[in-house]
């Protein structure tokens, strides 16, 4: 039989939290030819339901031998801006709260940046609210009459690393 450890894995993609176990539909080949799962390997998976590194198993079956190992990441939920307030040289963000089912596993808080750029490569400054039931915050210090860009993302710290969801959509507000 053939060993698949040298085959070359394609379409493993990092996922987004959604409470139920995260799977793949990866395309095997070897020598060219492309693999079928529960013919020639079976697919196990290790960590795949909550926020952090996943492991993905692909192990040879009938006349295939051999196993290769994958990672990916599943990352929290993302959140989107539901109110901007403008005040005199501040804005105060609302956003959607995120809650998804992970009631034991909460997020670890959000992540906002903002800047004068709409593109955001340079000026930007990013503010962290450690509290995952947080729904506004007040940033202060900036420019009076400027117009300014603004996004959120949620974050989850597991270990020591941090796992982060999609930026939200841009919003933008001029301060008074």
């Not at 395309?27 to 079976?42: A, F, M, Q, S, W």
């Not at 990441?73 to 956003?95: E, H, M, Q, V």
């Not at 690393?161 to 930026?167: D, G």
């Amino acid at each position: 039989g053939a060993d698949i450890s040298s085959a070359v894995v394609s379409g493993i993609k990092n996922m987004v939290y959604t409470g139920s176990f995260c799977l793949q539909d990866p395309r095997i080949r070897l020598d060219g030819t492309l693999l079928k799962e529960n013919v020639h390997y079976t697919l196990h998976y290790s960590d795949n339901r909550n926020v952090g590194k996943a492991t993905l198993l692909v192990k040879g079956k009938g006349n295939y031998s051999g196993t290769i190992s994958r990672s990916f990441t599943i990352n929290p939920g993302s959140t989107k801006i539901t109110k901007l307030t403008a005040a005199k040289k501040a804005i105060r963000i609302k956003w959607k709260t995120q809650s998804e089912k992970m009631s034991a596993k909460k997020i670890t808080g959000y992540q906002i940046q903002y800047g004068v750029k709409a593109a955001f490569t340079s000026g930007k400054k990013t503010v962290t609210v450690k509290k995952y039931t947080s729904s506004s915050k007040k940033i202060t210090g900036l420019a009076a009459g400027k117009k300014y860009y603004v996004r959120i993302r949620t974050f989850m710290t597991v270990g020591s690393k941090n796992y982060y969801s999609p930026w939200s959509a841009v919003k933008t507000i001029k301060t008074k």
